[in-house]
């Protein structure tokens, strides 16, 4: 991976006439040349945003009033203060053309990270730097990003903090990933948010589990909050891999298959992406490998 230091002072932005417009960045990475997807991503540090790595488009003139980046609100699992596990998964979302915005400090190597544990908190502050960004006409964002369309998402802790967030307005879906509410509260690690199962009452918007199959840690939690989502519509998605999922994997292996698809049909209206979740011979459940639930509330 090439590393890319961008100086904002030559940078071009949102109202230059023509010619590429490059995000602002402190220090930056081009994961995987880019991703698969059609707009060639970086992930970066941006300024004045501390604890948070920030995943778009290389170059942002393709987005505007016609074309706008949805966004992705992300938490990491065992609650670490960066995405060094899911960066690979994060920035292939973000090829597709959308903003991915994820709790901590930017992986510039993929190591563990050891420093302060992440918050529920800082996924908010993503929402609001994002929809700060859009409304700023000094940023290289200004203009290009859908606010109304706005996705929170984590992995094991993550979720949980994705999970205790999950009453936001600002969010128009979820995804939680190997995760789920303890169903007995003694299985939890201390530190993580601990939200009484009685919050899923109180989400309103659709939600999709994705989960590592019976091995997983959070299966029976994952399943758990599945079966009691009645009032909004919902999925369960299972891959035999156990609770690490396939993030790790180059662009972020057969998870992002999922992830991708509803953050494309949520956020995006698309169609053919939703095929991978309506009917009864979906487009997910025919992939080997997986298994799908849905409620009644699925079309």
């Not at 290389?58 to 987005?63: H, I, K, M, T």
């Not at 992986?107 to 960004?133: C, N």
């Amino acid at each position: 991976m090439k590393r890319i230091i961008f100086i904002a002072a030559a940078i071009m932005l949102a109202g230059c006439a023509s010619g590429p417009i490059a995000p602002v960045a402190v220090q930056s990475l081009i994961v995987e040349e880019g991703g698969t997807g059609p707009y060639k991503a970086l992930m970066f540090e941006a300024p004045d945003f501390e604890a948070h790595t920030v995943f778009a488009p290389q170059d942002l003139s393709a987005f505007g009033k016609d074309n706008k980046l949805p966004v992705l609100v992300w938490g990491n699992g065992a609650c670490t203060n960066s995405p060094w596990e899911h960066f690979k998964f994060l920035n292939e979302i973000a090829s597709h053309g959308f903003l991915v915005i994820a709790t901590g400090h930017i992986p510039m190597v993929e190591e563990p990270y050891h420093g302060e544990r992440s918050t529920s908190e800082q996924q908010l502050q993503s929402v609001d730097w994002a929809i700060a960004q859009n409304a700023d006409k000094e940023s290289p964002f200004y203009g290009r990003i859908d606010v109304d369309a706005i996705a929170a998402a984590g992995m094991s802790c993550g979720g949980l903090q994705t999970l205790d967030n999950s009453a936001d307005p600002r969010f128009k879906t979820l995804m939680i990933m190997n995760s789920g509410l303890f169903v007995n509260p003694a299985g939890a690690v201390p530190g993580m948010p601990m939200p009484e199962k009685e919050k899923l009452q109180k989400i309103t918007v659709p939600v999709i589990y994705i989960l590592g199959g019976p091995e997983d840690i959070a299966y029976g939690n994952g399943m758990d909050d599945f079966y009691r989502l009645t009032k909004v519509p919902a999925v369960a998605a299972n891959y035999p891999v156990g609770h690490g999922g396939t993030y790790r994997e180059p662009h972020g292996g057969e998870f992002t298959i999922p992830a991708l698809a509803w953050l494309q049909w949520q956020l995006q209206g698309d169609e053919e992406a939703a095929k991978m979740f309506k009917g009864t011979d979906c487009g997910l459940a025919m992939r080997e490998g997986w298994t799908v639930e849905k409620n009644n509330l699925m079309e």
